[in-house]
């Protein structure tokens, strides 16, 4: 079964996680969350605190070896955390290393810029981190999705069934080649 591999924290932003969560299970594509916090992490919605997803594993304790691609929820708080934590930022990076999907939306592109894998690619984020995306090298344009290798990225909630879409996509290409 395909397995694609969520990381996130307290603040991630709710409709982010849970909806392309949704999509993938809906397409029989499997999802595990992995965070630097053990038991539940709190969603972000409505300029307040969401509902709580239970932590699959603990980041420390993922084989990228055991996931088809990678899920970046933005929200403002969850990927800033993330981008200062080793553990997250060596995991987008051996994603990128195997080619395998990296799909973010929002702010969680920074943590793509935090593990230099988007210079000379064309992405797309919340407006506020286009400079950071463009200080890192990358093509910044403002659109639904971009797509550039393995990367998927989306601005806004907004775009999520796009983003969702996109990346559920690349998944079934690659079982496509792999069979």
Same mark, same amino acid.
């Given at each position: 079964?395909?397995?694609?591999?969520?990381?996130?924290?307290?603040?991630?932003?709710?409709?982010?996680?849970?909806?392309?969560?949704?999509?993938?299970?809906?397409?029989?594509?499997?999802?595990?969350?992995?965070?630097?916090?053990?038991?539940?992490?709190?969603?972000?919605?409505? &300029?307040?605190?969401?509902?709580?997803?239970?932590?699959?594993?603990?980041? &420390?304790?993922?084989?990228?070896?055991?996931?088809?691609?990678?899920?970046?929820?933005? &929200?403002?708080?969850?990927?800033?955390?993330?981008?200062?934590?080793?553990?997250?930022?060596?995991?987008?990076?051996?994603?990128?290393?195997?080619?395998?999907?990296?799909?973010?939306?929002?702010?969680?592109?920074?943590?793509?810029?935090?593990?230099?894998?988007?210079?000379?690619?064309?992405?797309?984020?919340?407006?506020?981190?286009?400079?950071?995306?463009?200080?890192? &090298?990358?093509?910044?344009?403002?659109?639904?999705?971009?797509?550039?290798?393995?990367?998927?990225?989306?601005?806004?909630?907004?775009?999520?069934?796009?983003?969702?879409?996109?990346?559920?996509?690349?998944?079934?290409?690659?079982?496509?080649?792999?069979?």
């Amino acid at each position: 079964m395909t397995k694609v591999l969520i990381l996130a924290t307290d603040g991630f932003e709710q409709s982010e996680l849970m909806e392309p969560m949704q999509r993938l299970n809906d397409a029989d594509i499997e999802t595990e969350i992995a965070s630097i916090d053990e038991g539940e992490i709190k969603g972000w919605q409505d &300029g307040d605190w969401g509902e709580s997803v239970s932590v699959d594993r603990m980041l &420390g304790n993922v084989s990228v070896d055991d996931y088809d691609a990678l899920l970046l929820p933005g &929200g403002q708080m969850n990927p800033d955390i993330l981008r200062m934590n080793e553990d997250a930022i060596d995991i987008v990076r051996s994603f990128d290393m195997r080619k395998k999907p990296i799909a973010a939306i929002c702010h969680a592109p920074w943590l793509l810029a935090e593990a230099d894998i988007i210079d000379g690619k064309t992405v797309t984020a919340w407006p506020s981190i286009r400079t950071d995306l463009t200080n890192a &090298g990358a093509n910044v344009v403002d659109q639904e999705v971009a797509e550039d290798g393995n990367l998927i990225t989306s601005r806004n909630p907004d775009d999520i069934p796009a983003f969702s879409d996109a990346l559920i996509a690349q998944l079934q290409t690659e079982i496509a080649e792999a069979a």
